[in-house]
């Protein structure tokens, strides 16, 4: 089974700064991969999606994220966050042609205004 | 409006007190899960289902039961809830072919006293 691996669960930050949130997974074949957003006392939405295409995905809000299949990764970024980014970040993969999907841990992002 | 709709969002119970948790879809989505959120572990899958009178156990299934009687419901059971399964619960649907991501409910907290 496939699994996800989240770094600095808690991340704290001002407004106008960068963000990278790193993710890992575990799994021997083609993925697709998923970065959500959940603001708080909100539902899941999702955020960007990776399957067989460009490897730099653009998705809402100004967040883009690169697969680097070399390295089993899928980090997020955001050149200058606002404070409504606020939120917990998670990343997701699904086997290719599978919607199991396995969630990683979360990110906590604080911004400061 | 295309969604996918749980009830209750908030539930107290006491422990042994059999109940459900309704989700619904209006999307004709074939595909329908339940993941339990918990602080510091992410999300994790519950059961899901491929279609009608399909289900399957996910990561963590102890303790639940689900049935899939019609295409747009999918309801989750705890038999005999135990203070264990506090949590905040998400249902999720997507198409079959899981390019375009999980819709997820708003969410159901559950506390079992």
């Known amino acids: 089974a496939q699994s996800v691996s989240q770094h600095n669960h808690h991340v704290i930050l001002s407004e106008a700064a960068s963000l990278e949130l790193g993710c890992n997974y575990s799994?021997?074949?083609?993925?697709?991969l998923f970065w959500y957003v959940q603001y708080p006392g909100q539902h899941l939405q999702l955020l960007l999606k990776?399957?067989?295409?460009?490897?730099l995905v653009k998705g809402i809000k100004g967040f883009e994220a690169e697969f680097i299949k070399s390295k089993f990764s899928f980090n997020l970024r955001k050149p200058s966050v606002q404070w409504s980014d606020t939120a917990e970040y998670f990343c997701?993969?699904?086997?290719?042609?599978?919607?199991?999907?396995?969630f990683g841990k979360g990110n906590q992002v604080v911004v400061i205004p | 409006e295309a969604q996918v709709t749980q009830n209750p969002r908030y539930l107290i119970t006491v422990t042994g007190k059999k109940l459900t948790v309704t989700c619904s879809q209006n999307?004709?989505?074939?595909?329908m899960s339940w993941y339990r959120q918990d602080p510091g572990l992410g999300l994790r899958q519950i059961y899901y289902s491929m279609n009608v009178e399909v289900t399957d156990k996910g990561d963590v299934p102890e303790g639940y039961k689900v049935s899939r009687k019609e295409k747009r419901n999918f309801p989750l059971i705890l038999e005999s809830p135990s203070p264990n399964q506090t949590s905040l619960y998400f249902c999720a649907s997507s198409p079959q072919r899981q390019y375009y991501g999980y819709t997820f409910g708003s969410g159901t907290r559950l506390t079992v006293v």
């Open positions: 799994y021997g074949g083609t993925v697709n």
């Open positions: 990776y399957f067989s295409e460009d490897p």
């Open positions: 999307m004709n989505h074939e595909y």
């Open positions: 997701a993969v699904a086997p290719y042609g599978n919607n199991r999907l396995a």
